[in-house]
């Protein structure tokens, strides 16, 4: 499937499945994290910021995996530290899972991905 049917599975989700290939093993890894949707493309946080090991992983590896309500799409992640990209994702964060959750989950939100579904 493409990045059009998982653009629609990602409607009806509140988690995502994401996979990435280990920076060091380069084994493919799964785990289901938040996300948001933000025009043409989804926001994910790592929960860790900049030294969660799957940030780590999609540095080195952008290419990741995501999946959804039975559409899944290989597609090419933008890791950033910028700071004013972090804080934009954590207020669309804060807009669908809640300001409160998003502080208590991103403590110390000093990274994001940006993944294009265009």
Known sequence: MGSAELKSALQN???VELTVTGRKSGQESTRPIWFVEDGDKVLLLPVGGKDANWFK????????????GGADAQVDAKPTTDSSAVEHAIEVFGAKYGADRVKEYYPGADAAVEVPLA
Do not use: E, F, W
């Open 13 to 15: 989700a509140d988690a």
């Open 57 to 68: 992983n999609v540095q080195k590896t952008p290419t990741i995996g995501l999946a959804a």
